[in-house]
């Protein structure tokens, strides 16, 4: 009989959250409401061909050995087999894209969306509570705040989809044993674009260490921390929808994120809940009408 004993269900495995991951890529790229789109000839042949120059440049450049170019295919052969495409890109070019991609808004910051996202979270009120398991552990966080057009105009009925990390770094639908809701939920804004909703603070983050990326960071002597971060899609209808991620000042991988995501507008400013355990926050989302 094979030795499956180091799959016990409790082991979250570099491995399964990639292959959810990649299984949740190709899933939201095939259904409608996110398409791939399609790239033309001129524009492959012009960044691909680019890209595969600048590799090129560099192997000359660096006087790259044949047993470093057998490392790396080894490497990207394993990147595929643990499901890693999407963490690799996430963490490493993400943050590039999204600097292009909204460069022109004048309302709220984004920051890359990260591999974890998935849409259809439960629906709450602007006052609801995330689902969290009994004794979720973690500091109880009131988030409040107002999601408004960047001309200062209340956005009625705005809808904030956050999603974030437990207490130990694992996210629900990419770890085993988590209920499948866990720290995902929706929140809908009131008349007046307002919300004040339950959550927990999260914990810093490590990006999974085990498979192909964690790999290559230990090859490379880099860290794999994130700083603790709250994801969120803020949406209204006639408004470009607003992917970010939000920080807790005093963490020390603010400084020195493995994905480049952090940027100071970012930045929370949590202080004691004076009605609660917990702490208390505000931030407010600025939304640019749609073009
Ligand atoms: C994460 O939680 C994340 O937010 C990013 C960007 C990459 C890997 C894991
Ligand atoms: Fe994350």
């Known amino acids: 009989m094979t030795d499956t004993s180091y799959q016990t269900e409790s082991t979250a495995r570099a491995a399964d959250s990639g292959a959810n991951a990649s299984a949740q890529f190709r899933e939201r790229m095939a259904s409608s409401g996110g398409r791939p789109g399609v790239v033309d000839h ?14 090129n440049d560099l192997i000359v450049e660096e006087q790259v050995s044949y047993t470093e170019y057998n490392a790396l295919k080894a490497w990207l052969i394993r990147v595929g087999e643990d499901g890693e495409w999407p963490l690799f890109l996430d963490v490493w070019l993400e943050h590039s894209v999204e600097e ?8 709220s910051k984004g920051t890359i969306e990260g591999p974890y996202y998935i849409g259809g979270s439960p629906e709450f009120a602007s006052d609801g509570t995330i ?16 999601v408004r057009s960047v ?14 990390a437990d207490d130990l770094g694992f996210y629900s639908q990419f770890a085993p044993d988590l209920p499948e809701w866990n720290l995902r939920g929706t929140f809908v804004a009131d008349d007046d674009g307002r919300y004040a909703f339950h959550t927990l603070r999260p914990a810093p983050y490590q990006i999974p260490t085990d498979g192909a990326c964690g790999q290559l960071i230990a090859a490379a002597g880099w860290h794999a ?12 209808p006639g408004h470009e929808l607003i992917t970010t991620q939000l920080y807790f000042p005093g963490d020390p991988h603010n400084e020195d994120d493995i994905a480049s995501a952090v940027k100071p507008e970012l930045m929370l400013d949590p202080r004691d809940n004076p009605n609660a355990d917990g702490e208390i926050v505000s931030y407010d989302f600025v939304m640019d009408p749609e073009q």
């Open 225 to 236: 921390w994130r700083p603790a971060h709250l994801h969120f899609k803020v949406s209204a």
């Open 100 to 107: 292009v991609a909204n460069a022109h808004r004048e309302g």
């Open 42 to 55: 001129e524009r492959v042949n012009l960044l691909a061909g680019k890209a595969v120059k600048a590799l």
């Open 151 to 164: 001309d200062g105009s209340p956005l009625a009925g705005a809808k904030l989809e956050l999603w974030h």
């Open 131 to 146: 689902p969290m398991r009994d004794g979720e552990p973690g500091t109880p966080l009131v988030f409040e705040g107002q």
